[in-house]
T-cell receptor, first 114, second 113 residues
Framework: GESVGLHLPTLSVQEGDNSIINCAYS??????FIWYKQESGKGPQFIID?????DKRQGQRVTVLLNKTVKHLSLQIAATQPGDSAVYFC?????????????FGKGTKLTVNP | SAVISQKPSRDICQRGTSLTIQCQVD?????MFWYRQQPGQSLTLIAT?????????ESGFVIDKFPISRPNLTFSTLTVSNMSPEDSSIYLC??????????FGSGTRLTVV
């Protein structure tokens, strides 16, 4: 069945360092991937997305890399700040039968130490 | 940006009772989704709610336990029926629309005692 998982459940970094959060997915037919940030007591917030016809996409301080060969997704956060502390989820759209549903990974808790 | 209003934000309920969660979006959308997030865990899709048709439930979720309504293109409700402590979770609604992608409500934190 489809599944999206993460390699690291927790990540602790120093303020100013770069952070890398990884995600593995199992459905090779997935064509759309999203990274979300979830702060305590809030719903997931969109960070960045990427389609399967790309291998890299950059935003403000964030970069998503997609390696379809090994079905791996990563989120890089540059110059991590205390406000980046949150749980990060990757999600994929398996696009089964035209469905727009998302399948979420387990999540990585990022802690930024000042 | 797209806006979803979800309520209640939290509730404490007695076992055996039911709770209805409401989601209102600021524009007409075709698809809305309902997720459950158990404590310390990721989001699991309960069902997809399409206007004008029955909701499509994921494996492990049934309509009798989680009835969903979608009376129009801006509103949906999820009911958690005959609750037990195992239903204690955060419940989130989501929608997708062209140009905005997926947007999530802030969630309903449910505690069943």
């Amino acid at each position: 069945g489809e599944s999206v998982g993460l390699h690291l459940p927790t990540l602790s970094v120093q303020e100013g360092d770069n952070s890398i959060i990884n995600c593995a997915y199992s459905n090779s037919a997935s064509d759309y991937f999203i990274w979300y940030k979830q702060e305590s007591g809030k719903g997931p917030q969109f960070i960045i997305d990427i389609r399967s016809n790309m291998d890299k996409r950059q935003g403000q301080r964030v970069t998503v890399l997609l390696n379809k060969t090994v079905k791996h997704l990563s989120l890089q956060i540059a110059a991590t700040q205390p406000g980046d502390s949150a749980v990060y989820f990757c999600a994929e759209n398996p696009f089964q039968g035209g469905s727009e549903k998302l399948v979420f990974g387990k999540g990585t808790k990022l802690t930024v130490n000042p | 940006s797209a806006v979803i209003s979800q309520k209640p934000s939290r509730d404490i309920c007695q076992r055996g009772t039911s709770l209805t969660i409401q989601c209102q979006v600021d524009s007409q959308v075709t698809m809305m989704f309902w997720y459950r997030q158990q404590p310390g865990q990721s989001l699991t899709l309960i069902a997809t709610a399409n206007q004008g048709s029955e909701a499509t439930y994921e494996s492990g979720f049934v309509i009798d336990k989680f009835p969903i309504s979608r009376p129009n293109l801006t509103f949906s409700t999820l009911t958690v029926s005959n609750m037990s402590p195992e239903d204690s979770s955060i419940y989130l609604c989501s929608e997708i629309r062209t140009g905005y992608g997926y947007t999530f409500g802030s969630g309903t934190r449910l505690t069943v005692v």
